[in-house]
């Protein structure tokens, strides 16, 4: 079986499963995860239905919170979700404080496409006001922890399916004076820049600060035809692995180093068993604690929340290696 990297350590179980949560639940993960006036918060995704019967009705966000960034406390109901004629759901949240403000980043299903969402989590954490919405498809975005020159900062994920014949789906970066009007858009990185990739490749967590650049995480998709059906989904056969690199403090448009090796993928009983869609694996909190821990959150075959950690130098020496 294909191994994550050596350098990242998994629990022993996932951080967060259906088991865990207190309202109607079939797949909870997905999370985004942020350090907030000595708490962690999470925000995850729940996809609801009936497990057993391979049933799902809906999404909802629930919240969670915790002293050590392993064990969870839920909240006992969903706090973010959004279902009018026009949006069925909004899902796959990112966390990222900005001046000691909650900010969120969201995908949102419309009848008109896919879009991107950017809120501000409200301070008794009762919900979101939504600050931004992309025009579709674009998605999968994640907000830098401060201005740079500036102004605040995105990765992003547009879909440009209409031009370039099937999903060839590259990293974005983009620049905002106010986190409503968003320009500047400029490429990052091409999916054929990331070797474990053929399909599409987006934001994963929000941006890490470290010495010596910006260390992101992505998500890399590789079309598995042929693999035949994967999971309890009715079709599914792509390959989700996250992947790590690094970003210039300045220029963050500017690549210093991407690891040619995926960093995490599905290698554990726990990330795959009942799995939705197996062998999908998709980052959405990265915590850089004092000591140069570092923890990584990600959904696991869209079924489970999961976590591991590594050293922060350990994951730098990855990107500049190649
Ligand atoms: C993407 C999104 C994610 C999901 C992933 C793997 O397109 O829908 O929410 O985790 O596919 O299924």
């Given at each position: 079986m294909e191994k994550s990297s050596s350098v990242i350590k998994k629990l022993d179980k996932p951080v967060l499963s259906r088991h865990d949560i207190p309202y109607q639940t079939a797949l909870v993960f997905n999370a985004g995860v942020c350090k907030y006036k000595g708490k962690y918060v999470m925000t995850f995704r729940n996809d609801y239905g009936d497990f057993d019967a391979h049933r799902l009705d809906g999404t909802n966000n629930g919240l969670a919170f915790s002293d050590d960034g392993v064990n969870w406390e839920i909240s006992p109901d969903p706090f973010f979700a959004v279902k009018t004629e026009e949006i069925s759901r909004v899902y796959d949240t990112r966390l990222t404080v900005i001046d000691n403000e909650v900010y969120v980043c969201f995908a949102c299903d419309t009848r008109h496409g896919l879009r991107g969402g950017v809120g501000k989590l409200r301070e008794d954490f009762s919900g979101v006001d939504i600050i931004s919405l992309s025009t579709p498809d674009n998605r999968n975005m994640a907000l830098f922890p401060e201005k740079i020159n500036g102004n605040y900062?995105?990765?992003?994920?547009?879909?440009?399916?209409?031009?370039?014949?099937?999903?060839?789906?590259?990293?974005?970066?983009?620049?905002?004076?106010?986190?409503?009007?968003?320009?500047?858009?400029?490429?990052?990185?091409?999916?054929?820049?990331?070797?474990?990739?053929?399909?599409?490749?987006?934001?994963?967590?929000?941006?890490?600060?470290?010495?010596?650049?910006?260390?992101?995480?992505?998500?890399a998709v590789e079309l598995a035809p042929g693999r035949g059906k994967h999971g309890w989904e009715k079709k599914w056969e792509k390959t989700y692995r996250a992947g790590i690199a690094l970003l210039d403090l300045e220029d963050p448009s500017k690549v210093l180093g991407i690891s040619k090796d995926p960093l995490i993928v599905c290698d554990r009983d726990y990330e795959l068993e009942d799995g939705f869609r197996k062998d999908a694996i998709f980052p959405g909190g990265m915590i850089l604690e004092d000591n140069g821990e570092v923890k990584i959150y990600y959904g696991a075959s869209d079924t489970v929340e999961c976590m591991c950690t590594a050293n922060v130098n350990d994951l730098i020496d990855l990107c500049l290696k190649g």
């Open positions: 900062v995105m990765l992003e994920r547009p879909m440009p399916v209409y031009s370039r014949g099937k999903d060839r789906f590259d990293m974005w970066i983009c620049e905002s004076p106010d986190l409503l009007f968003w320009g500047k858009h400029k490429l990052v990185m091409g999916v054929e820049d990331v070797p474990f990739a053929d399909d599409k490749i987006g934001p994963a967590a929000p941006p890490v600060k470290t010495d010596k650049g910006w260390l992101i995480t992505f998500h």
